[in-house]
C-alpha cells in the first residue's frame, strides 16, 4: 500500500522569471511563450510518485504581487512546507530579489520548510548572468536546494520537484500537515491546533 | 409664420445654434457698435467678393453627409436660395419698419444686421430641403418669392451672397476657412460671447483654456485646407450620423465653439500631449513617493521588531500605557505578530472555547459543553447542509457575498482560490451561530471571514471574528430590526463629528440630505474591505482591533477627508455614485489608465494607506477621546 502525502508549495520570486510558466510545465506540462503575468494568487495541484511508490501531492501556491500584499505573506507561509524560489539567470536583479525572499522564508516561515533556488530559463544560458556556480555557492551556504530550470523546453522542472519531495520528511503521518485540500467538496483532513505562530528574533531588516 | 419657420429651421439646423439663436437677438443691441467698427455687412459684402467660394462653404454645411458632387449641387441651392430668399425678404421689410428687435430680429440697422443674417442663413436651409435639389443661382430666384412672403426681413445688404453660391462645385470644394470665418465664425463668436470684439472673434473665445495664438486680422484668412476641418466640425452638428470627419476634426476645442486654423490646432494638440506627458510624469513620480514612503514605513516596522518582541508580546496590553509603543502598533503590526496580537486585542469576552480544553460555555438557553465552538457551529452546519434544512438563500447570499471579497487576490475564487473552502465553512458556521441569537446573514461578513482568514487558522479565527462583531457599533450594524436605534445613534454621532470635522462636507451633504446612512454601514460593515485597499484596511484593522469603535469614525472621517475635493457635487445622485465608489469620471480615467477595476471601489480615486493616514494621523490633535466619551453617552446612555 503506497503512502500518500501533501504538502503546500509556495512559488516566490520577482516577477517575470517564470514563475507560473514553471508551475504550468509542471502540472499541466505546458508553454505559454506570451503568459500573462499573474494577478493574485493562482492554485493549482500535482502529484509526484516517487520510487518507493510514495505519492507526494503538491498544493502549488503561484503568488502574484506579494510586493503590493504584504499582509498577504502570513497566509503564503502559514503551514508551507516547502517553497520554490524563481531567479532568472539572464537577470542578475532577480538573484538579489530571491535572496530577500529566502531571507523573509527563513525569519517568517515554519523553520522546517524545504526551500528551492531555481534559476529559470535556461534555454537563454546565451544572455546568462548568474553564473552557475556563483548561485549554487549561496544555494549551498544556505542549506537550499538548488537548480536551473527552462520552463520554456521543460528541463529540469520536474527535477526538481522531485527533489523537493524527496527531501520532505516522509515519515510523519499525512494528518500532521498542515496542508490540505482546498477543493469544494473534498472531505477536510484535521487541522494542527498546536502550530502557533513562531517567534524568531529577527533584528535584521529584510532587504 | 416667420416664427415658424425660424422654429423649424432651428430644429434642423441643430441644436447648437438655438442658443446663439437667442443671445444673438438679446445683446444684439450691446454688440452693434462692434460689428459696425470691423464687420459691417458691407466689409463682408466685399469679402464675399474677393472670396467668392464662401458661397460654397454654406453648401458643403449643408450637404450632410453626403459626398458626391451632385448632392452638394442640390444643397448648393438649397442654401444659395435661402440666403436669397431671406436676404431679399429683409431688404424689403427693412425700409418700412424700425421697431426694436424682437426675438426674430425685426429691426436692426443695415450693418448691424450683418451677425443676424449669417445665423440666419444657416438656420434657413430648411425650407427648401426637397424642392431645389438641382437648382443654381437663377433658378432660386424664382423658387425664393414664396418664401419672401412668409420669411421675417432680413438684410438688404446680404443678395450677394447667392451669387457667389451658385459657384461650381469644385469651387465649393476648394472653400476655404478664410471668408467662412469672417461671417459664420465671427457670428458664432459674437453670439456667445457678446462682448468680444470682430478681432477676438477669430481667436479661441474668451476663457477657453487653449492659449490663443497672436490675434488675427479681421480680414479673411488666406484660403487653406484648414477648411475641411472647419467644414466637419460644422457638419457634425447638422449631420445625425456619424462620420469621417472624427478623424480630422479638432479635439481641443468644444464643437460649438468656432474652429481653428490647422496649425493652431495643431499647436494646441501638441501643447495638450505635452500636457497630458507631464501629468502622468507627475502622477508616476507621486506614486513612486507613496511607494518610498511605504517601503520605509515598512521597514521601520520590521526594524522595531525587537521592540514588537521584548515588549509587546509578552503582554500587550502595555500599548495602552506606553504612547510609544502605542505609536509602533499605530504603524502597523508586523504582519508576522499579526494573528496573535489580533486575537489578544479583541479578547474573547464571549468565552469561546478554542478547543485547546474543554470549557463551559454559557449560550442562552443552557450550558452546554463545547470542545470548539468553530467545530460544533461547523458540524452543525455541516448537517444542516447535508439535510438540506440550511435556508437556502442564507446560502446562495454567503456564495454571493464570497464572490465580492477581495476578488482582486484571487484567493476566495470558488473554484481556483485555495481559501474559498475554508471561507464558506466559517461563514456557515457563523450562520449557525447566530441562528441562536436568531440573527440572520449579513452581506459583508465574508470580508470580514476573510481579512481574518487570511491572517489566521479558521478556528482562531472564528473566535476573533465572533467576538469582533459582538462589540457594540458592530453588533448594531450586523444586528436585527432591534438594533435600528443604536445605529442611528450611531449616524447622529458621526454627523456631529463630521460637522465639527469637516464642516463644508457636512453642509453639502445636509444640502443634499445625504445622511451617514447612504454611506457609513457601506464603508462599516466590511470594514472598509469593501472600499479601500487591501494593504491600508490591514493596518486599518489593526488600529481598529486595539482602539475600539471610536477609531471606526475616525477611519470614516478620514475616508472623506482624503475625498474630500470630490465632495463638493452639487448633485445629490452624483455625490451618491461616487460614494458608492461609481463616479464614471474616474471610471473612465481608471479603465484608461489600465487600472484594475476588480480591486478596492475608492482606488478609482486614487485613495491609496499612505494618504489615508496621512490624514487620519492629522485629525490626531482635533480627535478628542472625551468627545466621543460625550457623544455616546449621549446618544447611547444605555450602553
Same mark, same amino acid.
Given at each position: 500500500?503506497?503512502?500518500?502525502? =501533501?504538502?503546500?508549495?509556495?512559488?516566490?520570486?520577482?516577477?517575470?522569471?517564470?514563475?507560473?510558466?514553471?508551475?504550468?510545465?509542471?502540472?499541466?506540462? =505546458?508553454?505559454?511563450?506570451?503568459?500573462?503575468?499573474?494577478?493574485?494568487?493562482?492554485?493549482?495541484?500535482?502529484?509526484?510518485?516517487?520510487?518507493?511508490?510514495?505519492?507526494?501531492?503538491?498544493?502549488?501556491?503561484?503568488?502574484?504581487?506579494?510586493?503590493?500584499?504584504?499582509?498577504?505573506?502570513?497566509?503564503?507561509?502559514?503551514?508551507?512546507?516547502?517553497?520554490?524560489?524563481?531567479?532568472?539567470?539572464?537577470?542578475?536583479?532577480?538573484?538579489?530579489?530571491?535572496?530577500?525572499?529566502?531571507?523573509?522564508?527563513?525569519?517568517?516561515?515554519?523553520?522546517?520548510?524545504?526551500?528551492?533556488?531555481?534559476?529559470?530559463?535556461?534555454?537563454?544560458?546565451?544572455?546568462?548572468?548568474?553564473?552557475?556556480?556563483?548561485?549554487?555557492?549561496?544555494?549551498?551556504?544556505?542549506?537550499?536546494?538548488?537548480?536551473?530550470?527552462?520552463?520554456?523546453?521543460?528541463?529540469?522542472?520536474?527535477?526538481?520537484?522531485?527533489?523537493?519531495?524527496?527531501?520532505?520528511?516522509?515519515?510523519?503521518?499525512?494528518?500532521?500537515?498542515?496542508?490540505?485540500?482546498?477543493?469544494?467538496?473534498?472531505?477536510?483532513?484535521?487541522?494542527?491546533?498546536?502550530? =502557533?505562530?513562531?517567534?524568531?528574533?529577527?533584528?535584521?531588516?529584510?532587504? | 409664420?416667420?416664427?415658424?419657420?425660424?422654429?423649424?429651421?432651428?430644429?434642423?439646423?441643430?441644436?447648437?445654434?438655438?442658443?446663439?439663436?437667442?443671445?444673438?437677438?438679446?445683446?444684439?443691441?450691446?454688440?452693434?457698435?462692434?460689428?459696425?467698427?470691423?464687420?459691417?455687412?458691407?466689409?463682408?459684402?466685399?469679402?464675399?467678393?474677393?472670396?467668392?467660394?464662401?458661397?460654397?462653404?454654406?453648401?458643403?454645411?449643408?450637404?450632410?453627409?453626403?459626398?458626391?458632387?451632385?448632392?452638394?449641387?442640390?444643397?448648393?441651392?438649397?442654401?444659395?436660395?435661402?440666403?436669397?430668399?431671406?436676404?431679399?425678404?429683409?431688404?424689403?421689410?427693412?425700409?418700412?419698419?424700425?421697431?426694436?428687435?424682437?426675438?426674430?430680429?425685426?429691426?436692426?440697422?443695415?450693418?448691424?444686421?450683418?451677425? =443676424?443674417?449669417?445665423?440666419?442663413?444657416?438656420?434657413?436651409?430648411?425650407?427648401?430641403?426637397?424642392?431645389?435639389?438641382?437648382?443654381?443661382?437663377?433658378?432660386?430666384?424664382?423658387?425664393?418669392?414664396?418664401?419672401?412672403?412668409?420669411?421675417?426681413?432680413?438684410?438688404?445688404?446680404?443678395?450677394?451672397?447667392?451669387?457667389?453660391?451658385?459657384?461650381?462645385?469644385?469651387?465649393?470644394?476648394?472653400?476655404?476657412?478664410?471668408?467662412?470665418?469672417?461671417?459664420?465664425?465671427?457670428?458664432?463668436?459674437?453670439?456667445?460671447?457678446?462682448?468680444?470684439?470682430?478681432?477676438?472673434?477669430?481667436?479661441?473665445?474668451?476663457?477657453?483654456?487653449?492659449?490663443?495664438?497672436?490675434?488675427?486680422?479681421?480680414?479673411?484668412?488666406?484660403?487653406?485646407?484648414?477648411?475641411?476641418?472647419?467644414?466637419?466640425?460644422?457638419?457634425?452638428?447638422?449631420?445625425?450620423?456619424?462620420?469621417?470627419?472624427?478623424?480630422?476634426?479638432?479635439?481641443?476645442?468644444?464643437?460649438?465653439?468656432?474652429?481653428?486654423?490647422?496649425?493652431?490646432?495643431?499647436?494646441?494638440?501638441?501643447?495638450?500631449?505635452?500636457?497630458?506627458?507631464?501629468?502622468?510624469?507627475?502622477?508616476?513620480?507621486?506614486?513612486?513617493?507613496?511607494?518610498?514612503?511605504?517601503?520605509?514605513?515598512?521597514?521601520?516596522?520590521?526594524?522595531?521588531?525587537?521592540?514588537?518582541?521584548?515588549?509587546?508580546?509578552?503582554?500587550?496590553?502595555?500599548?495602552?500605557?506606553?504612547?510609544?509603543?502605542?505609536?509602533?502598533?499605530?504603524?502597523?503590526?508586523?504582519?508576522?505578530?499579526?494573528?496573535?496580537?489580533?486575537?489578544?486585542?479583541?479578547?474573547?469576552?464571549?468565552?469561546?472555547?478554542?478547543?485547546?480544553?474543554?470549557?463551559?460555555?454559557?449560550?442562552?438557553?443552557?450550558?452546554?459543553?463545547?470542545?470548539?465552538?468553530?467545530?460544533?457551529?461547523?458540524?452543525?452546519?455541516?448537517?444542516?447542509?447535508?439535510?438540506?434544512?440550511?435556508?437556502?438563500?442564507?446560502?446562495?447570499?454567503?456564495?454571493?457575498?464570497?464572490?465580492?471579497?477581495?476578488?482582486?487576490?484571487?484567493?476566495?475564487?470558488?473554484?481556483?482560490?485555495?481559501?474559498?473552502?475554508?471561507?464558506?465553512?466559517?461563514?456557515?458556521?457563523?450562520?449557525?451561530?447566530?441562528?441562536?441569537?436568531?440573527?440572520?446573514?449579513?452581506?459583508?461578513?465574508?470580508?470580514?471571514?476573510?481579512?481574518?482568514?487570511?491572517?489566521?487558522?479558521?478556528?482562531?479565527?472564528?473566535?476573533?471574528?465572533?467576538?469582533?462583531?459582538?462589540?457594540?457599533?458592530?453588533?448594531?450594524?450586523?444586528?436585527?430590526?432591534?438594533?435600528?436605534?443604536?445605529?442611528?445613534?450611531?449616524?447622529?454621532?458621526?454627523?456631529?463629528?463630521?460637522?465639527?470635522?469637516?464642516?463644508?462636507?457636512?453642509?453639502?451633504?445636509?444640502?443634499?440630505?445625504?445622511?451617514?446612512?447612504?454611506?457609513?454601514?457601506?464603508?462599516?460593515?466590511?470594514?472598509?474591505?469593501?472600499?479601500?485597499?487591501?494593504?491600508?484596511?490591514?493596518?486599518?484593522?489593526?488600529?481598529?482591533?486595539?482602539?475600539?469603535?471610536?477609531?471606526?469614525?475616525?477611519?470614516?472621517?478620514?475616508?472623506?477627508?482624503?475625498?474630500?475635493?470630490?465632495?463638493?457635487?452639487?448633485?445629490?445622485?452624483?455625490?451618491?455614485?461616487?460614494?458608492?465608489?461609481?463616479?464614471?469620471?474616474?471610471?473612465?480615467?481608471?479603465?484608461?489608465?489600465?487600472?484594475?477595476?476588480?480591486?478596492?471601489?475608492?482606488?478609482?480615486?486614487?485613495?491609496?494607506?499612505?494618504?489615508?493616514?496621512?490624514?487620519?494621523?492629522?485629525?490626531?490633535?482635533?480627535?478628542?477621546?472625551?468627545?466621543?466619551?460625550?457623544?455616546?453617552?449621549?446618544?447611547?446612555?444605555?450602553?
Amino acid at each position: 500500500m503506497s503512502k500518500q502525502f =501533501q504538502f503546500k508549495l509556495v512559488l516566490l520570486g520577482e516577477s517575470a522569471v517564470g514563475k507560473s510558466s514553471l508551475v504550468l510545465r509542471f502540472v499541466k506540462d =505546458q508553454f505559454d511563450d506570451y503568459r500573462e503575468s499573474t494577478i493574485g494568487a493562482a492554485f493549482l495541484t500535482q502529484t509526484v510518485t516517487l520510487e518507493d511508490q510514495t505519492t507526494v501531492k503538491f498544493e502549488i501556491w503561484d503568488t502574484a504581487g506579494q510586493e503590493r500584499y504584504k499582509s498577504l505573506a502570513p497566509m503564503y507561509y502559514r503551514n508551507a512546507n516547502c517553497a520554490v524560489v524563481v531567479y532568472d539567470i539572464t537577470q542578475a536583479a532577480s538573484l538579489e530579489k530571491a535572496k530577500t525572499w529566502i531571507r523573509e522564508l527563513q525569519r517568517q516561515a515554519d523553520p522546517s520548510i524545504v526551500i528551492a533556488l531555481c534559476g529559470n530559463k535556461l534555454d537563454l544560458s546565451a544572455r546568462r548572468q548568474v553564473t552557475e556556480e556563483e548561485a549554487s555557492k549561496y544555494a549551498d551556504e544556505e542549506g537550499l536546494l538548488w537548480s536551473e530550470t527552462s520552463a520554456k523546453t521543460g528541463e529540469g522542472v520536474n527535477a526538481i520537484f522531485n527533489a523537493i519531495a524527496k527531501k520532505l520528511p516522509l515519515t510523519a503521518p499525512p494528518s500532521a500537515r498542515g496542508a490540505r485540500v482546498a477543493a469544494p467538496g473534498t472531505t477536510r483532513q484535521s487541522v494542527d491546533l498546536n502550530k =502557533q505562530p513562531t517567534v524568531q528574533g529577527s533584528e535584521a531588516c529584510n532587504c | 409664420m416667420a416664427d415658424d419657420e425660424h422654429e423649424v429651421v432651428e430644429r434642423q439646423v441643430g441644436k447648437g445654434f438655438e442658443a446663439r439663436f437667442d443671445l444673438d437677438d438679446a445683446f444684439s443691441d450691446g454688440e452693434d457698435a462692434d460689428y459696425n467698427l470691423e464687420f459691417s455687412s458691407a466689409a463682408i459684402k466685399k469679402h464675399l467678393a474677393e472670396n467668392p467660394s464662401w458661397a460654397g462653404h454654406n453648401d458643403r454645411e449643408d450637404d450632410g453627409e453626403t459626398e458626391n458632387s451632385s448632392a452638394r449641387d442640390h444643397d448648393t441651392s438649397m442654401s444659395t436660395f435661402c440666403l436669397d430668399g431671406s436676404s431679399n425678404s429683409y431688404s424689403e421689410s427693412r425700409s418700412s419698419s424700425s421697431s426694436p428687435p424682437p426675438p426674430t430680429a425685426e429691426e436692426q440697422p443695415d450693418e448691424q444686421e450683418v451677425p =443676424q443674417d449669417f445665423s440666419d442663413i444657416t438656420l434657413s436651409e430648411e425650407p427648401s430641403t426637397n424642392g431645389h435639389s438641382t437648382s443654381h443661382g437663377d433658378t432660386q430666384e424664382g423658387d425664393a418669392s414664396p418664401l419672401r412672403d412668409t420669411s421675417p426681413p432680413w438684410d438688404t445688404s446680404y443678395p450677394a451672397v447667392h451669387i457667389d453660391a451658385s459657384r461650381s462645385p469644385p469651387s465649393r470644394v476648394m472653400m476655404s476657412a478664410g471668408a467662412e470665418r469672417n461671417g459664420k465664425d465671427h457670428q458664432e463668436d459674437e453670439a456667445a460671447n457678446p462682448v468680444s470684439n470682430a478681432s477676438s472673434s477669430y481667436l479661441p473665445a474668451p476663457g477657453h483654456d487653449i492659449p490663443p495664438l497672436p490675434s488675427s486680422p479681421s480680414s479673411p484668412l488666406p484660403q487653406t485646407l484648414t477648411t475641411p476641418t472647419i467644414i466637419s466640425q460644422r457638419r457634425q452638428t447638422y449631420s445625425a450620423g456619424p462620420s469621417a470627419f472624427q478623424r480630422v476634426m479638432s479635439q481641443t476645442r468644444p464643437h460649438f465653439l468656432p474652429p481653428k486654423n490647422r496649425q493652431e490646432d495643431q499647436k494646441h494638440m501638441a501643447d495638450w500631449q505635452a500636457m497630458m506627458k507631464q501629468s502622468r510624469a507627475a502622477e508616476e513620480k507621486r506614486r513612486k513617493a507613496l511607494q518610498e514612503r511605504r517601503l520605509a514605513r515598512e521597514l521601520k516596522v520590521e526594524q522595531f521588531m525587537y521592540k514588537w518582541e521584548k515588549e509587546i508580546l509578552p503582554d500587550w496590553r502595555v500599548v495602552h500605557k506606553n504612547p510609544n509603543l502605542r505609536r509602533l502598533w499605530w504603524n502597523g503590526i508586523p504582519t508576522k505578530l499579526r494573528a496573535s496580537m489580533w486575537q489578544q486585542a479583541v479578547g474573547n469576552a464571549l468565552a469561546l472555547s478554542n478547543g485547546r480544553h474543554m470549557h463551559i460555555f454559557l449560550s442562552a438557553v443552557a450550558f452546554i459543553v463545547f470542545q470548539d465552538n468553530y467545530r460544533s457551529c461547523l458540524s452543525r452546519a455541516t448537517r444542516a447542509l447535508s439535510s438540506g434544512s440550511f435556508p437556502a438563500e442564507t446560502l446562495q447570499a454567503v456564495e454571493q457575498d464570497i464572490l465580492s471579497t477581495l476578488p482582486a487576490l484571487h484567493i476566495f475564487h470558488p473554484e481556483t482560490g485555495p481559501l474559498y473552502q475554508d471561507l464558506r465553512d466559517m461563514l456557515c458556521a457563523w450562520v449557525v451561530s447566530r441562528a441562536d441569537e436568531g440573527l440572520g446573514y449579513v452581506h459583508g461578513t465574508a470580508k470580514i471571514a476573510g481579512m481574518i482568514l487570511l491572517n489566521m487558522k479558521p478556528q482562531q479565527g472564528f473566535i476573533v471574528m465572533r467576538n469582533l462583531l459582538e462589540r457594540h457599533c458592530m453588533r448594531s450594524l450586523y444586528g436585527s430590526v432591534a438594533a435600528k436605534d443604536d445605529v442611528e445613534a450611531y449616524y447622529r454621532i458621526f454627523d456631529t463629528l463630521l460637522a465639527d470635522c469637516m464642516p463644508k462636507i457636512y453642509f453639502n451633504f445636509k444640502q443634499h440630505q445625504i445622511s451617514p446612512g447612504a454611506y457609513l454601514p457601506d464603508w462599516l460593515i466590511p470594514l472598509f474591505l469593501d472600499h479601500l485597499p487591501f494593504e491600508a484596511c490591514a493596518r486599518l484593522w489593526d488600529v481598529l482591533l486595539l482602539e475600539g469603535d471610536s477609531f471606526l469614525f475616525r477611519a470614516a472621517l478620514a475616508v472623506l477627508a482624503v475625498l474630500e475635493p470630490r465632495l463638493f457635487f452639487p448633485d445629490r445622485q452624483e455625490l451618491l455614485d461616487l460614494l458608492r465608489g461609481e463616479n464614471k469620471a474616474a471610471l473612465e480615467v481608471a479603465k484608461r489608465e489600465g487600472r484594475l477595476l476588480d480591486s478596492a471601489k475608492y482606488d478609482i480615486y486614487g485613495v491609496d494607506e499612505e494618504t489615508l493616514w496621512e490624514r487620519i494621523d492629522s485629525m490626531e490633535d482635533w480627535w478628542k477621546e472625551s468627545t466621543w466619551r460625550r457623544l455616546t453617552q449621549r446618544e447611547l446612555p444605555d450602553l
